[in-house]
């Protein structure tokens, strides 16, 4: 089946640095999504991409869709304590099921004070 | 307006038995869906209800795995008999539209150890 390759696996950063984490795929995605986690919540969506190329913003975050529609990053941008958490990125064909999203296995963000 | 909920948020149970998860949608929801992540590896998709009819079970693991949702409200995950390799946090989401692009709320999970 399909499957997305997220790196790095973990992070280390002090506060105020900049963060970046990718995904790539073998196949290709109609839409790209990132989602946070915080510890005993459920995945919360940050940023969805729907056209290939697309650089889209919210907030202190970055994203874009590449271009060949196989791969995705995210940057934070002057990382704050609560940005803590496992991030996620999903991708979506509208061939399947509209529910069924491909996740990564995670980045989960430190960030020291 | 309320999330979805799920319940238990942690359950221990002993290989060989019984457990069922039940979720919540966010009211007015046709669309609600099951994932489950398993330590150290990516969410993986269950499946998807609409309103009651069970729109893609793809990702169901085997028949051990039981979903419902009678009368298109609640959904229960019931897992009978209960293996090690279970073991991981369901997930549940819903939408008042198909697909995560309206609004696609995920509950905080359920923790299932399986000992």
């Known amino acids: 089946g399909q499957q997305l390759n997220q790196s790095p696996q973990s992070m280390f950063i002090q506060e105020g640095e900049d963060v970046s984490m990718n995904c790539t795929s073998s196949?290709?995605?109609?839409?790209w999504l990132w989602y946070k986690q915080d510890p005993g919540e459920g995945p919360v969506l940050l940023i969805a991409?729907?056209?290939?190329?697309e650089l889209t913003s919210n907030g202190r975050l970055t994203a874009q869709f590449g271009i060949t529609r196989k791969d995705s990053f995210l940057n934070i941008s002057a990382s704050i304590p609560s940005d803590v958490g496992i991030y996620f990125c999903?991708?979506?064909?509208?061939?399947?099921?509209?529910?069924?999203?491909?996740f990564g296995k995670g980045t989960k963000l430190s960030v020291k004070p | 307006e309320a999330g979805v909920t799920q319940f238990p948020s942690h359950s221990v149970i002993e290989k060989g038995q019984t457990v069922t998860l039940r979720c919540d949608p966010i009211?007015?929801?046709?669309?609600l869906y099951w994932y489950r992540r398993v330590m150290g590896k990516e969410i993986k998709f269950l499946l998807h209800?609409?309103?009651?009819?069970?729109?893609?079970e793809s990702g169901m693991p085997n028949n051990r795995f039981l979903a419902e949702r009678t009368g298109g409200t609640y959904s229960t995950l019931k897992v009978q008999p209960a293996e090690l390799e279970d073991s991981g946090v369901y997930f549940c989401?819903?939408?008042?539209?198909?697909?995560?692009?309206?609004?696609?709320?995920f509950g905080s999970g359920t923790r299932l150890t399986v000992v």
């Open positions: 989401a819903s939408s008042s539209r198909q697909g995560p692009l309206y609004g696609y709320t």
């Open positions: 196949s290709i995605f109609n839409t």
């Open positions: 991409l729907y056209k290939a190329g």
């Open positions: 999903a991708g979506q064909n509208y061939g399947g099921s509209q529910g069924n999203l491909i």
């Open positions: 009211s007015g929801h046709d669309n």
């Open positions: 209800f609409v309103k009651e009819s069970k729109q893609d």
